[in-house]
């Protein structure tokens, strides 16, 4: 393993890369492969366990010598873990994605991208009448 970020790449047990493999036989799309991989609680688990940038680093590192299958499938499912992240954290490191050319990566985060919804705020402003009771008499 690379020297960035180890904690995550530990994360991948054998059964979860045996499901990750299955998934990835079994897919005709990068979309399919995404909403597959999602549905995963282990991809979930790293969304929660790891921050936005933690699995950046993992991803980067896989990506910087990509050598077996095990590796993309493990940089597929770490994408479709950012997808749980809020969107003002996913947003930034899926961008610097975009340019990476390997397989579906490209084609995963730019779905990601374009049905990742931002979390809005709005400010309501409300003026407050009270009831007035007359009283008649």
Known sequence: MNNISPDILQSFDKDFLKELAKLYM???????LFRQYRKLSETEMLARKYTAQDIE???????????ELYQLLEV????????FKNYVQ??????KLL????EWVPYLV????DTMQPEN???IEYQYKPKTHVQGG
Do not use: C, H, Q
């Open 26 to 32: 079994y897919a005709n799309t990068p979309v399919f």
């Open 57 to 67: 680093r993992g991803i980067r590192s896989l990506l910087s010598d990509l050598k």
């Open 76 to 83: 597929y499912a770490m994408i479709a873990a950012l997808s």
């Open 90 to 95: 996913a947003k930034p490191v899926l961008e």
């Open 99 to 102: 340019i990476t050319e390997v």
């Open 110 to 113: 730019r779905y990601i991208l």
């Open 121 to 123: 705020s709005y400010i």
